[in-house]
């Protein structure tokens, strides 16, 4: 019986010719029989790949004998390879899509300017330590608003973001300046995002910003349910959420009854990518109902009633 196993994994490194290292990785993937989703930009390589165990333990070998992609950190998880649907291997212009490759500045190291790394147990001795100051650190979620519906680190900022690009709007309107002298930890699932947003905060004016190494994943792996962290983790397949340990508090609500629930749900409308939350009662709603972006749209354009609504693709599996 063959193994398989999933490797996600991101290395910020300057990468002069994106396009030269697309091409290696398709063959080595082929080569090696794996699928999955690779984005490639000149900051760097990000990836979710998965295979039989021997094929992507040579995968790890071979990606990390590049120069630029040495001491790349894989984490392994048992996951099947058949949840990818194929093989993507794609150039763009940012590893995370804030919309401002040019702000991005990245060195062998790593990003330029980031915040300081802070692992699980670094990020409990900084608000102890804060706390007899009586100064109060303040978590500020990386992730898109709907993740947070379900799980959010105790009192934590959440930006009214729909896309990653809504953080720029957001750092920009000033509605978060009164942080920009208070300590600030980001957080976000695996710690991609947090590597260029805390940056992107520290060139704004934030003067204390720290980041969780590792994500909520590494956080939830060391304290589960018993730290700062409260509710469920939103994932990026089909599970959608995930909780670590039978303590995790249920925060998110119905939007048809308000009874508790973390439970996401497509819109009716294929070409639609909205998720909403509803409890177990009201699960047969989504299945015949739109969204209400998807409604008003019918509404308004009656003879094109299949279209999805800003013409955006569902979520895919992808390891932000
Ligand atoms: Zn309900
Ligand atoms: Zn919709």
């Known amino acids: ?9 991101y290395k910020f490194a300057p990468i002069k010719d994106p396009e030269a290292v697309k091409l290696w990785q398709q063959a080595l993937c082929r080569e090696l029989g794996l699928l ?8 760097g390589i990000n990836g979710t790949v998965g295979g039989e165990l021997s094929a992507v333990k040579k995968y790890v070998k071979q990606t990390r004998s590049y120069t630029p992609f040495r001491g790349t950190e894989f984490k392994w998880s048992e996951g099947e390879a058949d949840q990818f649907p194929r093989l993507s291997v794609k150039v763009r212009p ?18 330029v300017g980031g915040g300081e790394h802070l692992k699980p147990e670094q990020v409990h001795e900084l608000v102890e330590a804060k706390q007899s100051e009586g100064i109060e650190v303040t978590f500020f979620d990386g992730r898109n608003a709907m993740e947070a519906q379900i799980g959010r680190f105790k009192n934590a900022v959440v930006p009214e973001t729909e896309t990653t690009r809504d953080f720029i709007t957001e750092l920009d309107s000033g509605k978060y300046d009164h942080l920009k002298d208070q300590p600030v930890v980001t957080y976000c699932t695996g710690g991609i995002r947090c590597e260029v947003l805390s940056a992107l905060m520290k060139d704004r004016g934030f003067e204390e910003v720290y980041q969780l190494d590792g994500g909520i994943v590494r956080y939830g792996e060391t304290y589960q349910d018993s730290g700062y962290w409260e509710g469920e983790l939103y994932v990026f397949d089909g599970r959608m959420n995930t909780r670590f340990s039978g303590d995790a508090k249920t925060l998110g609500e119905c939007v048809n009854c308000a009874a508790a629930t973390s439970r996401f749900h497509n819109c009716a409308d294929r070409g639609c990518s909205t998720l909403q939350l509803y409890c177990e009662d009201c699960s047969h709603i989504p299945a015949s109902t739109r969204c209400a972006g998807c409604t008003a749209r019918v509404k308004a354009e009656p003879e094109h009633p299949n279209q999805g609504h800003l013409g955006k693709k569902r979520r895919r599996l992808t390891s932000a």
């Open 94 to 111: 940012e590893l995370v899509a804030f919309g401002v490759p040019e702000q991005v500045k990245v060195n062998a190291e790593g990003v």
């Open 36 to 43: 999955g989703r690779i984005i490639i930009s000149e900051h």
């Open 1 to 9: 019986m063959t193994q398989s196993r999933i490797v996600l994994y």
